[in-house]
């Protein structure tokens, strides 16, 4: 070869004006072209002229070597990011040439080789659309494909998938495709491109495959992307897509992520699998922890654990006997036991002028407001300056005299209070109630027992208190102890349902005697009790109880709490609700396209599923006659949707301000609910600046959904400007008791649990979506919908449905005695690693502090030492920590 260079060189110049002179016309700019390139390129390019030009020859020896010779000068052409590879651009006036030769080549392993070329030629000159490299490549040989460089590869892989398409649709077979997947997939996950080959097989159908290939080094970014994808698919795929990637946290072992995503799958067949292959004591406890966060109820049976001690002892983990300490500790650890009155949360002595004694308006009022900002602002401490006053303090003897600073129904609200403050702590919170179920006033009871519901509510107790207490209450004539009862009970048993709770409830539903009130708050109770469960029989009641209702009862504002409790019951479940939304159909036109709405809102809550955003937003763009009640709900309806992920919650926000500019009077009081939910316990700048405009429209409606809106985005955080919006809202509003209240309102859920706690129904890194938290809120805002007769007339003590979706925003980490062990932790913003190479920084702008720790909306903690290992992957609640065997002191 060597010593025919020389000349080749010459012959090959010789040769060149006939190959060039249809490509370039005007000779002149062809010798320019020449005289730019460098020697060394020059070489190059003669040189693989003449290798063209002897793959032509007649003898296949000479055909060999000029194949080699090129294949072996375009694999180590060395790129740079910008330009195309210096062989491939010498070659492109020759492909054609090269092209109409392979097709008279006679069928050899040279024919396979030359095609092998021309599929990475086809790189960068095939026309669009035409898929030659794919062609080329499947006619050549089954070598190596990535020894061509990694953007042949991807090229080969956007390929395949848009033949994958045509081929389905002729139905055509496949098989030499998938072929080709494996080789890609297997070349992507050893070069770190996961989330390439995670594409390709999701183009192709066969998700599979990617078990196999993936190690122990690769399966986190794997699954990261998996998981971080399926919310962007369309249904079945994401749930697919998911399966897979529990299937392969289960093969490394990584069971606390594989809960994670039993938990979104709700599959709970899954968890029962993850106990049993895991038989670490510790992680099992760990795995508990996780399941009492998210609020399910999941009995262990024996033959998931066979131990009984170690059963129970998981068991009192799930059913969250913990919760109340852990809270407390961090109370502590972070100084704010001393219990605040509601004059420390309103501040009036930074109030200049009027309205700073504020003392004057309805007192009655007044107190109502006082006794709910005391409830919020002292949750689970277990002592306020209101009801748990020893009875020396007040001559009156003990916390009778506050509670009779309150009207009739306003005692209800001020005995169930009670219960606010011993949240959690069921044993000293049912001691707490007791004094009060030997009143004589009919109201005082019904508060307690909504108060023996909340004490109760996100913790069980293996001799169910409240069952006990609430049940034979129900059937007592007084309409006030029978709904006291029955939203006791919703709250204490949410999500567990409870059998017997479903047989002390339905007869309500369909008994004539009862009142509209106690129907509705039936139904309530049981949508909570079986929260995402689709269970037929309570649905079919609930419709009965719907169709039987008169026409002047659907016109009650309690009306519309029957089809929230219908759509509770498919929280979530999307296609489950078809059957029973067609039944809706059917109902009285005063209430049907209400309770369409409401179905839909629920069915599809936290599923992100853009399609229902848009039906939802069609349904705004209506503009109807006075009366028509469902646009509201369909407001809500675009929060409950896409809440799920920050995409389609910043679009949400956008779409909600174009709704407030034109859409009617009864969608602009719902916009600020809407926006209330999306940014719940997360205020962010701009939607309090829009709340805050709100607050002083001059609808009063708006207004105060607007206020309330304030404190739900606010809820548990302290934000000093939310805390001073309100403030001068109330010196603005002191004249109207109703404004007053919102205000009030707002400002104890702004101070909720003195700052420890959240309404977010969401947890593990806004992975998980609570159903009974989510449910909580729902209701709240629909009763929000019709503030004046619900929340400022007498059923105020709905605003205790917020205790559902109330949590401390702590992390808490214990050693394996669960005792709490006070380690380092940086806390910072979270920030999205999904698919960016390497082991990019998971926070940002971090502190280092000690646990326990508050973590914030968007916040995230890891350990900064090595001397212990967490249970969890994600540092939220309570994490157990083990200590590291490899762990050695510096000296």
């Known amino acids: 070869m060597a010593p025919a260079e020389p000349?080749?060189?010459g012959g090959a110049t010789q040769g060149q004006p006939p190959v060039k002179a249809p490509v370039n016309d005007p000779k002149k700019k062809d010798d320019k072209k020449d005289e730019d390139l460098s020697e060394e390129d020059l070489a190059l390019k003669q040189q693989l002229e003449l290798y063209v030009e002897r793959a032509q020859d007649t003898d296949p020896g000479l055909q060999k070597v000029a194949l080699e010779s090129m294949r072996q000068e375009i694999r180590t052409a060395t790129s740079s990011m910008t330009s195309v590879p210096k062989p491939l651009k010498f070659l492109r006036p020759h492909y054609g040439t090269l092209q109409a030769h392979y097709e008279k080549m006679s069928d050899s392993d040279l024919k396979k080789l030359l095609a092998d070329i021309l599929s990475v030629l086809a790189l960068t000159m095939s026309p669009e659309g035409e898929r030659e490299s794919l062609k080329y490549r499947l006619l050549g040989s089954d070598g190596d494909i990535g020894s061509w460089g990694h953007e042949y590869v991807r090229n080969l892989a956007g390929e395949i998938s848009q033949e994958y398409s045509k081929r389905q649709i002729e139905e055509a077979p496949i098989h030499d495709l998938m072929d080709l997947v494996v080789q890609i997939v297997a070349f992507h996950m050893?070069?770190?491109?996961?989330?390439?080959?995670?594409?390709?097989?999701?183009?192709?159908?066969d998700l599979d495959l990617l078990v196999e290939h993936v190690d122990s080094a690769n399966y986190k970014r794997t699954c990261l992307y998996l998981t971080s994808s399926a919310k962007y698919l369309p249904g079945p795929?994401?749930?697919?897509?998911?399966?897979?990637?529990?299937?392969?946290?289960?093969?490394?072992?990584?069971?606390?992520?594989?809960?994670?995503?039993?938990?979104?799958?709700?599959?709970?067949?899954?968890?029962?699998?993850?106990?049993?292959?895991?038989?670490?004591?510790?992680?099992?406890?760990?795995?508990?922890?996780?399941?009492?966060?998210?609020?399910?109820?999941?009995?262990l049976s024996e033959s998931i654990i066979s131990d009984d001690v170690e059963r129970n002892a998981l068991q009192d983990i799930i059913n969250n006997t913990r919760l109340s300490g852990g809270y407390l500790t961090l109370a502590r650890d972070i100084e704010v036991m001393e219990p605040k009155s509601p004059e420390d949360i309103y501040k009036a002595h930074l109030i200049e002028g009027r309205g700073s004694g504020g003392g004057t308006v309805d007192s009655?009022?007044?107190?109502?407001?006082?006794?709910?900002?005391?409830?919020?602002?002292?949750?689970?401490?277990?002592?306020?300056?209101?009801?748990?006053?020893?009875a020396e303090a007040s001559s009156g003897g003990s916390s009778s005299s506050w509670l009779f600073k309150n009207k009739e129904h306003g005692k209800s609200s001020a005995a169930a209070s009670l219960g606010m403050i011993m949240l959690w702590d069921i044993d000293s919170g049912l001691a707490q109630l007791d004094k009060y179920f030997h009143s004589a006033d009919t109201h005082v009871i019904s508060g307690a027992l909504l108060g023996v519901g909340i004490v109760n509510c996100n913790v069980q107790s293996d001799c169910d208190p409240a069952l006990a207490l609430l049940a034979e209450y129900v059937e007592k004539e007084d309409a006030s102890i029978k709904i006291g009862a029955i939203m006791g009970l919703g709250l204490a048993y949410a999500g567990s349902q409870n059998e017997q709770i479903r047989s002390i409830l339905m007869p309500l539903l369909l008994d004539g005697r009862s009142s509209v009130d106690v129907i509705a708050f039936a139904a309530i109770a049981l949508g909570l009790v079986y929260v995402g469960s689709c269970n037929e029989d309570v649905a079919q009641n609930i419709v009965l109880a719907l169709m039987e209702r008169s026409e002047a009862e659907l016109g009650d504002p309690l009306a519309r709490f029957l089809p929230l409790g219908l759509g509770l019951l498919f929280l979530g479940k999307q296609e489950s609700v078809e059957a029973t939304a067609e039944v809706s159909k059917t109902f009285n036109e005063k209430i049907r396209k209400h309770c369409d709405m409401t179905l839909l809102s629920c069915a599809y809550a936290g599923t992100?599923?853009?399609?229902?955003?848009?039906?939802?937003?069609?349904?705004?763009?209506?503009?109807?006659?006075?009366?028509?009640?469902?646009?509201?709900?369909?407001?809500?309806?675009i929060a409950m949707v896409s809440m799920a992920e920050e995409?389609?919650?910043?679009?949400?926000?956008?779409s909600l301000e174009h709704l407030l500019q034109y859409g009617e009077q009864n969608i602009r009081r719902a916009v600020p609910l809407?926006?209330?939910?999306?940014?719940?316990?997360?205020?962010?700048?701009?939607?309090?600046?829009?709340l805050s405009r709100l607050s002083h429209d001059t609808d009063s409606e708006v207004?105060?959904?607007?206020?309330?809106?304030?404190?739900?985005?606010?809820?548990?955080?302290?934000?000093?400007?939310?805390?001073?919006?309100?403030?001068?809202?109330?010196?603005?509003?002191?004249?109207?008791?109703?404004?007053?209240?919102?205000?009030?309102?707002?400002?104890?859920?702004?101070?909720?649990?003195?700052?420890l706690l959240t309404l977010s129904p969401y947890h593990s890194e806004r992975s998980l979506l609570s159903p009974t938290a989510l449910a909580g809120l729902v209701v709240i805002l629909h009763a929000c919908l019709d503030m004046k007769a619900i929340i400022l007339g007498k059923y105020h003590y709905v605003l205790y449905f917020l205790v559902l979706a109330m949590q401390p925003r702590m992390l808490l980490t214990v050693d394996e005695n669960l005792k709490p062990l006070s380690v380092p932790v940086r806390v910072g913003q979270a920030v999205d690693v999904v698919g960016q190479a390497g082991r990019p920084k998971t926070i940002t702008g971090f502190q280092t502090h000690s646990t326990p720790v508050l973590l914030a909306a968007g916040d995230r903690a890891e350990l900064a030492t090595e001397k212990y290992i967490p249970l969890s992957p994600i540092l939220e609640g309570f994490v157990i920590l083990k200590e590291n065997p490899d762990y050695k002191e510096e000296s």
Not at 364 to 390: C, E, H, S
Not at 710 to 735: D, E, F, P, V
């Open 674 to 690: 809407a926006l209330g939910l999306l940014c719940i316990s997360n205020p962010k700048v701009n939607v309090m600046d829009t």
């Open 190 to 205: 050893k070069h770190n491109a996961e989330p390439e080959a995670v594409d390709l097989l999701m183009e192709v159908e």
């Open 7 to 9: 000349n080749s060189s």
């Open 237 to 299: 795929d994401d749930m697919l897509v998911l399966d897979i990637a529990h299937s392969i946290y289960m093969k490394f072992e990584e069971y606390p992520r594989a809960l994670q995503i039993a938990l979104y799958l709700d599959n709970f067949q899954y968890v029962g699998e993850l106990f049993q292959r895991c038989n670490d004591p510790f992680k099992r406890q760990q795995f508990c922890f996780i399941l009492a966060r998210h609020g399910v109820a999941f009995e």
């Open 608 to 637: 992100g599923n853009v399609l229902k955003v848009q039906h939802f937003l069609g349904q705004c763009a209506q503009h109807l006659e006075k009366g028509e009640s469902y646009q509201g709900p369909a407001v809500l309806g």
């Open 364 to 390: 009655a009022r007044q107190n109502l407001a006082a006794t709910f900002v005391n409830a919020f602002v002292n949750a689970g401490f277990g002592q306020d300056k209101l009801m748990t006053v020893p």
């Open 703 to 755: 207004a105060m959904a607007a206020m309330i809106s304030l404190g739900l985005i606010g809820a548990g955080t302290n934000n000093a400007r939310i805390a001073g919006m309100l403030r001068n809202l109330s010196s603005y509003y002191y004249k109207d008791a109703s404004l007053l209240f919102c205000v009030r309102i707002a400002q104890g859920l702004v101070h909720l649990g003195k700052g």
């Open 647 to 654: 995409l389609g919650l910043e679009m949400a926000i956008r």
